[in-house]
Every structure is written in C-alpha cells, then in structure tokens.
C-alpha cells in the first residue's frame, strides 16, 4: 500500500509539472513573430499627452520607450491579451483589438519573454490576472485594491514569484530637475498631491527588469 500511494504521488506530481510546463509554452506565429504564453507586450511611447509624461519621468533607456504593457495568452492558436487599460479596465481580449486598432496603427510593439528559469511562473501568473480581470482602471496611479493600471496588474500576476519589484514613483522630469507640469496638472484635477516616493511600477521599469528578454517586434 506505501508503495503505491508512493507511486502515485510521483505520477500525480508528474502530471501537474507536466501540465505546467506544456501551459506555459503554448506558442503560435502572429504577425511576424512567434509569440509564447506569458509573453510581455510593450507598446510604444509616444511625445505627448499622458503617453509622453509617463515616459518623460520614467524611461531609462534610451531604446525602452514605453507607456503601456499586457500579459499574452495562447489559447487554441489565438493570442489573447490581459491587461488594464483605459477606460476598460482591467480586461482578457484578443490583441487584435490592440494592434489593429486606430491608435494601434500609429504606435510600436515589443515583445518581452521571460528567462527559462522563470517560465515556471506563467501558468499561476494567467491563474492570477484572470481573478483581477473587471476591476477598472486606476487613474491616480496610487496602489490599492480595488483598481490597476496597466504595470501594477501585470506586477500583480508574477507577484507569487517574486519576478518585478515595487519602487518609489518620481514624477519628476530629469530635463528641468522639477516635477513635470504634465503631472502637476493632472493631479491638481483629481484634487491629489503628486504622490512622489509612493511605491509603485511602470512599464519602462518592468522592460528593464533583468529576468525580461526583447524577442522583437510585431510588424504590422
């Protein structure tokens, strides 16, 4: 009888790594690249508007430049995209709805993959963004529980694994050494200071993280 709880505990463990590992390396071509289960969609920054602001008092690199980022999904060779966004929220949708849509024709995106060593982390990362999935947008950028913007849910989803960090927000534009007037503005309307030094991510912080690899670009 040991024996053979002994040995189906073994094929049990077996059957859950193998259903893991099989999960997490679903692929299927899009557009131009090979895109895998759990993959990390950048999209580009752009000069102006919020778009600007983010990567003004964010970017680190001059060739990470980026204001939005979302989870990929593999499912029965369609890719599917989770992310908070806008005036969705936090939502699962066929990146299509991203790439070919009107704004989409006018901005870049690129797509990260995490190290092997990290891979293991995807199946309870998809596990996890689909419990956060209806809960709206958070405009002030101030963590809480109740609504996510785009690098917090992703951050959210790998917290299990210890992939991304929180770190203190600077609103602060390294051209003029002051607080950008973008954010001034913006949190003057919301009737918030800018919260400098609060805890939080954004995705040219995440892109740089080291357990993050470029794969390229989708050309459209």
Not at 62 to 68: K, R, V
Not at 92 to 96: G, I, K
């Given at each position: ?47 102006e508007q ?40 936090s939502v ?5 709805s991203l ?122």
């Open positions: 009888m040991r024996n053979i709880c002994r040995h189906f505990f073994l094929l049990l463990c077996f059957t859950i790594f193998w259903i893991s590992t099989c999960y997490s390396q679903q692929s299927t071509t899009y557009l131009n690249l090979t895109v895998q289960n759990g993959d990390l969609i950048f999209v580009g920054a752009k000069e919020l778009s600007g602001a983010i990567n003004r008092v964010t970017q680190r690199h001059s060739d990470i430049s980026f204001d939005h980022v979302g989870i990929l999904e593999v499912s029965n060779a369609k890719v599917y995209i989770l992310h908070a966004i806008g005036k969705k929220g699962r949708e066929p990146l299509d790439i070919l849509s009107k704004a989409g024709q006018e901005q870049r995106f690129a797509v990260y993959r995490l190290a092997d060593a990290d891979q293991s982390a995807i199946p309870d990362a998809i596990i996890q963004s689909k419990t956060l999935l209806g809960k709206p947008y958070n405009w002030s950028y101030v963590l809480n529980d109740s609504s996510l913007y785009c690098s917090d849910f992703v951050e959210r989803a790998f917290r299990h694994a210890g992939i991304f960090q929180l770190e203190p927000m600077t609103f602060i534009n390294p051209s003029t050494k002051k607080t950008d007037t973008f954010w001034v503005d913006f949190y003057q309307k919301l009737d918030m200071k800018v919260p400098e030094g609060q805890l939080g991510c954004n995705p040219n912080g995440l892109a740089a993280n080291e357990h993050l690899k470029r794969i390229g670009y989708l050309e459209n």
